[in-house]
């Protein structure tokens, strides 16, 4: 066998290997997004599943009433334990405004987009014509990280250096 034929040989048995662990990864999550989900089901409203950048699946859930608005994520990758693995905290302000007041959990993960991108929804959906928030002087640390989020999900940002301070707004098109 000639050294190309060998490298060949050896590059589609690794390919085959990759492609067995993700299929067996994927089964996992899709079994573990059923465990999740009727968890998940019996406290909260599913509004959705998606995937994160790594390709992973996550559950996304709500609850709201008429002061608040609460949109968390459990991922697939593990069990649902009775808390979410991220959130977006918000309440209503008025009839046409949701105010955002805590964003919690890992960041790089994908999470905070696809809870974001729900959020929004949610917003489109009970006609709310206005999402807003503040950024804080404890946010101050990684406020070029939150300027980045924010102005990617299309919302307006205003920034003040000296108070360590700003506003963010976001109106549908």
Same mark, same amino acid.
């Given at each position: 066998? #000639? ?53 992973? &699946? ?8 008429? /002061? ?9 990758? #593990?069990?649902? !334990?009775?808390? &979410? ?22 960041? /790089? ?28 002087? !404890?946010? &101050? +640390? %990684?406020?070029? !990280?939150?300027? %980045?989020?924010? +102005?990617? %999900?299309?919302?307006?940002? +205003? ?15």
């Amino acid at each position: 066998m #000639s050294f190309t034929s060998l490298f060949m040989a050896e590059e589609e048995t690794r390919d085959k290997e990759e492609i067995k662990q993700e299929l067996d990864d994927l089964e996992f999550q899709m079994f573990r997004m059923k465990e999740n989900m009727k968890e998940i089901a019996k406290k909260w409203q599913v509004i959705g599943i998606d995937q994160t950048k790594d390709d992973n &699946w996550v559950v996304v859930y709500t609850n709201y009433d008429n /002061n608040s608005c609460k949109i968390m994520l459990n991922d697939c990758v #593990s069990a649902y !334990r009775g808390q &979410w693995d991220f959130s977006i905290q918000a309440t209503y302000k008025d009839d046409d405004t949701i105010l955002i007041g805590d964003i919690k959990g890992p960041e /790089n993960k994908g999470y905070g987009s696809i809870c974001m991108n729900y959020l929004k929804e949610v917003a489109k959906d009970q006609n709310i014509h206005c999402i807003t928030g503040d950024i804080a002087k !404890r946010d &101050w +640390e %990684h406020v070029e !990280r939150l300027v %980045h989020f924010y +102005e990617k %999900h299309d919302f307006e940002v +205003e920034i003040d250096k000296e108070s360590k301070s700003g506003e963010i707004v976001w109106q549908p098109n």
